[in-house]
Antibody, heavy 120, light 107 residues
Framework: QVQLQESGPGLVKPSETLSLTCTVSGGSVSSGSYYWSWVRQPPGKGLEWIGYIYDSGSTNYNPSLMSRVTISVDTSKNQFSLKLSSVTAADTAVYYC????????????WGQGTLVTVSS | EIVMTQSPATLYVSPGERATLSCRASQSVSSNLAWYQQKPGQAPRLLIYGASTRATGIPGRFGGSGSGTEFTLTISSLQSEDFAVYYCQQYNNWPLTFGGGTKVEIK
């Protein structure tokens, strides 16, 4: 069973770049069977899919964030990462790394999530 | 983008009673719909996919139905651990989108 763990700074300044990493265990980020994904949830609000990476380099992003998002993979560390540039307070959220099985694009399993606050 | 609308926003139910949650899509998503449960401070958990197939380990009191634009999640007899927020998610079209959630509270 794949397990995921997010890590990264909990506080980012406005206009800077948010960077998070997801460490994968029980599976390989090189596997073509999975889409390695990010989902976020502002405090007290709903869920928003950010994007995914697969086959160690192909990506698909939510158009609402596409201009600011980069998802990448580090196969040597079995990790994938999220970068979100030019952040504002509206980007304050719990960020989850999640697995999408290729051909079965529902989200399972999820990491525990990490809160990122954008504030000066 | 497909907009998912859930109703009601909050549902008050007594333990042991039946809960019926609705999810509507702005256009047909066929049966490409999933349901999730989220408890405070926890990540969402997959309950249902394919509109009606329970995920591994999900109790039989959770049932999903519907296709096209109208979907229902039914919890046949609410247990204390079922009081939570429930989200639907369509995976028929990109971008993947979620409903705004229904909070199930104790009556």
């Amino acid at each position: 069973q794949v397990q995921l763990q997010e890590s990264g700074p909990g506080l980012v300044k406005p206009s800077e770049t948010l960077s998070l990493t997801c460490t994968v265990s029980g599976g390989s980020v090189s596997s073509g069977s999975y889409y390695w994904s990010w989902v976020r949830q502002p405090p007290g609000k709903g869920l928003e899919w950010i994007g995914y990476i697969y086959d160690s380099g192909s990506t698909n992003y939510n158009p609402s964030l596409m201009s600011r998002v980069t998802i990448s993979v580090d196969t040597s560390k079995n990790q994938f990462s999220l970068k979100l540039s030019s952040v504002t307070a509206a980007d304050t959220a719990v960020y989850y790394c999640v697995v999408l099985v290729r051909g079965s694009p529902w989200f399972d399993p999820w990491g525990q999530g990490t809160l990122v606050t954008v504030s000066s | 983008e497909i907009v998912m609308t859930q109703s009601p926003a909050t549902l008050y139910v007594s333990p042991g009673e039946r809960a019926t949650l609705s999810c509507r899509a702005s256009q047909s998503v066929s049966s490409n719909l999933a349901w999730y449960q989220q408890k405070p401070g926890q990540a969402p958990r997959l309950l249902i996919y394919g509109a009606s197939t329970r995920a591994t380990g999900i109790p039989g009191r959770f049932g999903g139905s519907g296709s096209g634009t109208e979907f229902t999640l039914t919890i046949s007899s609410l247990q204390s651990e079922d009081f939570a927020v429930y989200y639907c998610q369509q995976y028929n079209n990109w971008p993947l989108t979620f409903g705004g959630g229904t909070k199930v509270e104790i009556k």
